[in-house]
């Protein structure tokens, strides 16, 4: 059945990738890479309305946290963006634990023969969608309602 779909972000400061299920939301398959423009309102606006074109039901956001689990600047920063977009819309925001997920994205990169210059332009789609897939897998085991 075709619903509305899950759109992933992987907030950074420079950059902000974008992932979205299939219309089946079984898959997470990378999307664009949005760059910040320095105004964090833009920014934040830009986001919301990338998942209203993406036809989203829900929203997922990584959360940055330390290799141990605790948590750091930047997951603060990224709890302020979450915040400020939950402000804009009505759609439920949930974070996912990113750990991991950009070493695998460059990692997937750099065996698909992606030269260095080029990774940047779709390392953090990639990781959104690692993002996105360790959500699908846990809201299809019981990790989210």
Known sequence: MLGKRIVAFDI?????????TDPFNEYALPSDTYWRTGN???????LIAIAKEKDAGE????LPV???????VQTEKTRRFIDAMAKKTTLPIYTEDER????QA???QRVGGVKRKKRKNSVDSI???YILENYL??????GHV
């Open 12 to 20: 950074g400061d420079k950059r902000i990738g974008v992932a979205v």
């Open 40 to 46: 964090f309102e833009e920014d934040v606006s830009a």
């Open 59 to 62: 929203i997922v956001c990584g």
């Open 66 to 72: 330390n290799f141990d689990g605790t948590e750091s």
């Open 100 to 103: 991991f997920t950009t070493m």
């Open 106 to 108: 460059h990692e997937v």
């Open 127 to 129: 990781a959104a969608s």
């Open 137 to 142: 897998a846990s809201k299809k085991y019981g």
